[in-house]
């Protein structure tokens, strides 16, 4: 048997019985004889099982397995053209509960970000990558309906990991309160798209509506987008200002919005992202506010494009220096900023332990450019002290961390307290004891 018939079989036999019996039928096809099966025999298997077969738990595992191997499966555009057809096929298709779930279409969101990553769709297919980004924010913005949830949930977190992937995609979801200086757009990627508006349909707001318990998976998207567009907004004024600078910027600044270019209708594979020629004209603020405002009234849909400047990741996250000075930034920006890190810390309370400490690792940045006061930051984390689960001590520790000048006495002694009791209990996991020893080490060595 090839590799493949191994890997096959490995997610099967994950399964159950029954799915290894249908792996037998559908991928290693020894009924003929053949041992041996090339990759156009299973790539092609792969899409009928997808396609057609009636056990999801089958379809999923194809599904898995195309994610994991399309880069080994695929070796030209056609054939990835006709991956995508299947997808759009099953994501197109109304749920009937039976041959077609929610639960099936989730797996296909997954599998289809992850194909568009392999393949760099970003660059050389811009018209099929700003389709199905819109596609994700057409069911994002369906709050509040429990048949979708889950759906909803997959969704946010394809855009997560697009977001993440490339840091500035998401700008334009963030609506008009997130206007940058003309100063600093221009290195910046951009933050709104010339003739048309996002308009109250914007992220923060989904954040807020969400009612169920997927509102999680909105406010890591959501956090995620504001931590991508500080660290740029930080970066771009550390440029511009110098020691002897002494301009303040108020509330009274006009700040515009950056341009972007349109995106080219059926760009074809291999064409370059950029364009040629000079992007379409911006009004200043807030004059582009009111344009965006009429825009909106006139009932125009908006439809997604990639915003100008924007690229993939950075391998390592933008952070100041401990001894470096924050920014000045508009207060109107501000304000924005801090109260979306409010609405995002307001869903602690129902987040999972994940959450809590992938919040808790990216608040650095905010509480130095924002100057969050303690107490405020406290309420939210402080619960997580009495906590029976490691993992959440070790997010208020890093929270801890980030005031650990301005930490009370009693605080301190509750929290070397909690990890003695935590390095004492043999019946904890050793992993989380040796976590506990870390931060006591930690801890010894602060000055």
Known sequence: MTDWTY???????????????KALKYVVNNRNGTENMSEFQLLDILLLTILTEKDEVERTSALVFLEEHGKSLVFDYTRLHKVYFVLDNILGSPVDGQSMTYSLKTQVLVTYTALLIQFDTFETDVARFEGFVDLLYSMVKHTNKSADRILRAYACECLHELESWYPGLL???LGEDWMVPPIWAAGMTATSQP???VGQNILGKFVNDELLHVQESYARLFFTTIQHFTEQIVQEALKHTSP???QEFSIAATPATSSAPGSRAGTPPGTPRST?????EVPSWPGAAASAASSAVKGEVFRFRVPENCHTSPEVAFDLAPEQTPPRLPRKLVRSMTRSIGLVLET???SSSWTKIFIAERLS?????LALPQRVVFHHFSPLLRSSRPSLLHAFMVVNALFSKEVDRSVAEAVVDRLFALVQ????????????VSWLIALSETK
């Open 365 to 369: 940045l905010f509480v130095r450019v």
């Open 195 to 197: 003739g048309t508006s």
């Open 348 to 350: 602690m309370p129902t």
């Open 244 to 246: 002897d600078d002494k």
């Open 171 to 173: 700008f334009s979801l």
């Open 7 to 21: 890997e096959m079989l490995r997610y099967a036999f994950s399964w159950n019985d029954e799915s290894a019996e």
């Open 425 to 436: 209990d043999t019946a904890m996991e050793p992993c989380f004891r040796l976590l506990a």
């Open 276 to 280: 040629a020629g000079s992007p379409a």
